[in-house]
């Protein structure tokens, strides 16, 4: 892991995992408020995503061990304000979306927010990826009795509350881990509605079956 950038003053930062998004990241990093750090995490671009990064801006750390998770974990690490979230970096979600996800966290009233995704428009999000969520969130219920629709990756919490929580999957399980051991912590979890948008590029993840199935064998395997 490795930080490019210097530091500077701000009120949180934004965790953004990124492998080959350099048609989506200057969008993303032009909706990030004020306030926010934005630490793009390079898991092994080969398209200048950290060059174009960096020149938007952002703080960049490199992360050579493949995996969502990982990326996100080492984000965790590099960042250093009170309140961090996590945001995918491939234009499906709008960091304009922070305030209203934070401010739950920054106000008290929960630990952990998540975003719960409205598709804008039909494909948005496909059948398989819904249904694989919906899935996972049945399951999730019944392990921790948390009633949520979403699992999705747009999240906010404060750093030393997510560092204490001692995540150790680095593959597609990271965020519902942290769901987990944030319930079994007896955190308060809440969800707030934001739009999701057609994403930029191809998905490694939810744009086919088998990278949905990939992520829902590793979500299973957190709940084991």
């Known amino acids: ?18 492998l080959n998004e350099a048609g989506a990241l200057p969008w993303v990093l032009a909706r990030i408020p004020d306030g926010w750090r934005a630490i793009v995490v390079d898991n092994g671009s080969t398209d200048g995503s950290a060059d ?20 996100c974990h ?14 995918d970096c491939d ?13 739950p966290v920054r106000t008290g009233t929960a630990d952990l927010v998540l975003a719960r995704r409205r598709p804008t428009r039909h494909g948005a999000w496909p059948v398989h990826a819904r249904l694989g969520n919906r ?6 219920r019944r392990r921790t009795g948390v009633r949520l629709h979403d699992l999705g990756p747009l999240r906010a919490a404060r750093r030393t509350a997510l560092l204490g929580l001692q995540l150790t999957d680095r593959r597609s399980g990271y965020p519902l ?6 319930a079994d912590a007896g955190w308060r979890i809440a969800e ?33």
């Open 192 to 224: 707030t509605e934001v739009d999701y948008l057609p994403r930029e590029g191809k998905s490694k993840v939810t744009g086919t079956w088998l990278g949905t199935w990939h992520a829902v064998r590793d979500m299973r395997a957190v709940l084991r």
């Open 52 to 71: 174009i990064a960096r020149r938007h801006g952002a703080t960049v750390v490199r992360e050579e061990r493949r995996g969502f998770g990982a990326a």
């Open 177 to 182: 881990q942290m769901v987990v051991r944030a």
């Open 135 to 140: 899935a996972l969130s049945r399951m999730v």
């Open 91 to 103: 234009a499906t979600l709008d960091p304009g979306m922070l305030p209203r996800v934070s401010e």
């Open 74 to 87: 080492a984000g965790l690490l590099a960042a250093e304000a009170e309140f961090v979230a996590f945001c």
């Open 1 to 18: 892991m490795q930080i490019t950038t210097d530091s500077q003053s701000w009120h949180g930062d934004l965790v953004l995992p990124c």
